[in-house]
């Protein structure tokens, strides 16, 4: 008898309706890999089949109901045990009783909240994925599907400039400029550093850019900071007066948007980092946040505001035709 048998008797397969068409994205893995997912955004339904798959047909299969999940969790390394889920929502698919012959299911989880962007880090991992289970008295079998969200933002109302100074008295004024103080993850930056004062030697400064992840509460919080980007401003002494342009390309670099305070678990934030370096080695430095948010590709509407301009481009047609044959009156 198979009853003691403890190897799976059914596969599972979760395969999405739109898979052929849908956009895939690239995510780090935990061991710094990429791969690729398929990409969500907020308030989009996931749906798809559920494919059982008896391994021996014609052998039943006993089981306890069958349910797929989406879930959305935040896991902290140093606390691998818990897991924090912030979307957590179930579709049953079977009621208990047995399969005879392999089953497809269809699922759909409608306008799906997924409020955070996916995110793995050095210390913590933002996840979404769907999991379908057959319940049996001794072991579950299960499959789980990952799927990437990116959150998108709308262009800021408020971006003003960042200004600022670095001095040490009697030795040394600098202003610096940036022209804005959020970029989208594809901007420019765009800058000037003004020398009002120089009476140390310097011999190099960059601008770095510089990502600080921010984990836990209270006093169990760590920081782990990365340099993400380092831009060589001007290898050589400048002179009072003297000012040098900024101009940092975002593109080429991974990175996130700025999320700030995550579920009440974790933090991602961007610093540009001004330094200096004198002959003697010594490093003066001057850190400011930037804002770090993404960019539509496509500008996505509503359904209802899809449609209405899809009849104001029929009536626009008409319209054009309309001119279009009077036009034709006219000149006959």
């Known amino acids: 008898m198979s009853f003691f048998s403890f190897g ?3 596969e599972i397969d979760v395969v999405l309706n739109d898979a052929e068409t849908r956009k895939k994205a690239e995510h780090k893995t935990e061991d710094g890999k990429k791969d690729k ?3 969500f955004y907020d308030g989009e339904t996931v749906s798809g089949k559920v494919n059982v798959t008896l391994k021996t047909p014609g052998k039943r299969l006993e089981h306890q109901g069958i349910k797929i999940e989406f879930i959305g969790q935040i896991e902290l390394y140093y606390d691998r045990g818990n897991h924090h889920e912030f979307v957590s929502l179930v579709k049953d698919l079977a009621r208990p009783g047995e399969m005879t012959q392999s089953q497809t299911f269809d699922f759909e989880f409608t306008h799906v909240e997924k409020p955070y962007e996916s995110y793995t880090g ?20 299960s499959k789980e599907m990952d799927i990437v969200v990116h959150t998108l933002s709308t262009y800021p109302e408020l971006n003003s400039s960042i200004k600022m100074e670095v001095g040490i008295e009697d ?19 765009v800058g000037k550093i003004y020398f009002l004062l120089v009476r140390i030697k310097i ?10 992840e921010t984990t836990g509460t209270g006093p169990n919080v760590y920081h782990e900071n990365d340099t993400i980007a380092k831009y060589e401003i001007m290898d050589g002494a400048p002179v009072r007066g003297e000012s040098i342009p900024i101009r940092l390309f975002l593109a080429g670099y991974e990175m996130t948007p700025t999320m700030r305070d995550i579920n009440k678990k974790f933090s991602v934030r961007y610093y540009l980092n001004l330094v200096l370096i004198d002959e003697e080695e010594r490093r003066y430095f001057k850190q400011q946040e930037i804002t770090l948010w993404r960019k539509g590709d496509i500008v996505r509407k509503s359904m209802s505001h899809q449609a209405a301009i899809a009849s104001q481009r029929f009536e626009g047609s008409a319209n054009a035709e309309k001119a279009l044959s009077q036009a034709k009156e006219d000149s006959s």
Do not use: G, P, W
Not at 127 to 141: C, K
């Open 8 to 10: 799976q008797s059914a």
């Open 37 to 39: 997912y398929f990409l």
């Open 122 to 141: 050095q210390n913590v991992k933002l996840r979404y994925f769907l999991r379908a289970t057959i319940s049996r008295r001794l072991n579950d079998i």
């Open 171 to 189: 030795c040394l004024h600098i202003e610096f400029e940036y022209n804005k103080s959020k970029y989208h993850l594809k901007d420019v930056i």
């Open 203 to 212: 011999k190099h400064m960059e601008i770095d850019i510089i990502k600080r």
